[in-house]
């Protein structure tokens, strides 16, 4: 996680830093190259700063319950569309805690009057763990009967 990464990041700056002095000091000594302690330093700060924006955007993305990298919300909503007896996918949400823990909401409509509801979830389930890593998945189901709801005007 975030915070895992952030205190590795710490602890690998200050030994890099540290063995930065000691190369640099034998350098200087060696051969007279004072420039070499600006430049190592300067080089280590370029590595983590960029190691920082990863975290920082990893950071970012998870407050603004972002898709995370690597899915590809059409394609989820197409995969869950590809369920028999599904019919529409509204209100599909997905996004990733900060424990890299993918989670998922969706409404699903079913085609039939008289759906499979838990033959529905299981396959739903199914495809969102194996293909893309969701874990944690929130499917409310509607039948066909159910038309359009007034509540849910916000459903895209």
């Known amino acids: ?55 920082v955007r990893q950071a970012v993305n998870s407050l603004m319950d972002a898709v995370p990298p690597g899915i590809d919300f059409q394609r989820v909503r197409n995969d869950l569309l590809a369920i028999p007896a599904v019919a529409e996918v509204n209100d599909l949400h ?3 805690t900060g424990a890299d823990q993918r989670l998922l909401s969706a ?9 499979d509801h838990e ?6 389930q199914e495809t ?16 066909a009967s159910a038309g359009a709801l007034a509540h849910c005007n916000h459903c895209n």
């Open 1 to 55: 996680n975030s915070n895992m990464k952030s205190a590795w990041l710490h602890s690998l700056q200050d030994s890099l830093f540290s063995l930065a002095v000691i190369v640099g000091a034998l350098l200087i000594m060696a051969f007279g190259w004072t420039l070499v302690d600006p430049i190592l330093s300067l080089i280590i700060c370029l590595v983590i700063a960029r190691e920082i924006f990863k975290i």
């Open 94 to 96: 997905i996004w990733e």
């Open 107 to 115: 409404h699903l409509v079913s085609g039939e009057y008289s759906p």
């Open 119 to 124: 033959g529905i979830i299981r396959a739903a």
């Open 128 to 143: 969102l763990l194996h293909q893309y890593g969701i874990n944690h998945a929130t499917l409310q189901i509607l039948p």
